[in-house]
């Protein structure tokens, strides 16, 4: 019982640090002692140790613990997945050691099986490079799928690779490149979860659920002997819960470190990937990608603000034909100033006066994209909420997400398909 009192005094002590260090800041904590404490940790002894380092050392200690810190914040490096690889490699060989003589040997069978996987999938999920957008796979990524016109517009540069954005695609600064169908960044596997590896992370987060659920029932099943409650307590009185206590703690004092703890820790995080699996099952079934549900959110705030419009992309072209063409009768309203005059921006915010909704429609070069659902939306957000100047008549604000097509959902079980067709 010793050394893991002492395990949960740690656990209990860093939970709480990191509890004053995330919250003490907050407006509402920060005159109770939770925000001194704040202050203390991550202000006051920051700056009395830089003193320090300044007299002793000229200041070398503070360059390189900026330099680390750089390092593993702001840089692509795998210290996370060393330590998650590092973790679960001595929980399995610890619990194993200790479980195995206890079990039998229907038990033992799946083991091999369910602790091979997190490490197979991790392995796949890091070596993806197939994601990773340069000129030699920009033409494939292009025909990927189609733009939107809503979160995702053409002629859209990477100022970082030089290259036009493909749909879905996002630029990865930890990665340095665009990414096809970015979800996110993830130190997890010191890579980004986009196409091709999205199957993957999905399946590496159900293989760790699972192992965890497993290993928490092999320690239950080891420690069971001890976990007998007295039927004469009858059930969630005083003394039903008197006697859990009592006997988890003679379960663990049973297990030690290696059975129970470990099976303690199992049962503590086998929430996390399983949890997380949820949440990337409903973007799934909502079509989209992480990336993609906060560019939804910003929309859904800028229709709040009443800035947001949207318009038939035929009717748009038909316009642009006939601005093209001088027939100015046939245009929409007064026909003597057809662009966009405040700025509205297909992608963003107004920037320069330039209006990406117009973008190729007059040169028709649009790409053939074999996705099976087509839209005839075009969404832009305005910097005054007003309509597009000159066009107001093909305009229509629009207040909620419901009134807006997403063109990549595809339904909850294809959506499923085309990331588990992964490349
Ligand atoms: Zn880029
Ligand atoms: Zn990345």
Known sequence: M???????????????????????????LRKTPIGWLQ??????????????????????????????????????NPIVIIIFLGLMTGSAI?????????LPASLILP?????????????????????????????????????????????????????AKPARSKHCSLCGVCVAMCDHHCPWINNCVGRGNYRWFLALLLSLGLMEIY??????????????????????????????LRVTVIAINAGGLSIAGVGMLMVATFTLPLGLLAYHCYLIWAGMTTNESSKWADLREDMAD??????????????????KYGDRNAGYGNGSNPGFANGAS??????GGSNPALHDWDVADELYVAWPISSDQIVV???????????????????????????????????????????
């Open 94 to 102: 610890l619990f194993l050691c200790f479980a195995i003589p206890e």
């Open 346 to 351: 297909g992608s963003g915010y107004a920037n």
């Open 2 to 28: 010793g050394v893991l009192s002492n395990i949960a005094i740690v656990v209990a002590a860093i939970s709480f640090l990191t509890f004053v260090a995330l919250f003490g800041q907050l407006p509402v």
């Open 306 to 323: 009443g800035v947001v419009f949207k318009c038939s992309r035929e009717a748009l072209r038909t316009h642009n034909r006939l601005r």
């Open 39 to 76: 202050r203390a940790l991550c202000l006051h002894a920051p700056r009395g140790l830089r003193a320090l380092d300044r007299v002793t050392t000229g200041g070398r200690i503070t360059i390189k613990s900026k330099r680390l810190g750089r390092y593993l914040f702001y840089e692509k």
């Open 215 to 244: 290993g928490a029932y092999l320690s239950y099943w080891i420690l069971r002997p001890f976990l007998t409650i007295n039927p004469g307590n009858g059930y969630f009185g005083q003394a039903y819960w008197d006697d859990v």
């Open 111 to 163: 083991i091999p099986f369910l602790v091979v996987q997190p490490y197979l999938f991790t392995w796949l999920c890091v070596r993806h490079r197939g994601h990773y957008i340069n000129p030699s796979t920009h033409t494939t990524r292009l025909h990927d799928y189609p733009y939107d016109d809503t979160l995702f517009v053409a002629n859209n540069t990477c100022s970082t690779c030089n290259l």
């Open 381 to 423: 957000r305005t910097m005054d909420g007003r309509a597009p100047t000159g066009q107001e008549a093909l305009w229509t604000q629009v207040w909620s997400l419901a009134d807006v097509v997403n063109l990549y959902d595809l339904g909850g079980w294809d959506n499923f398909m085309q990331i588990m067709k992964g490349g």
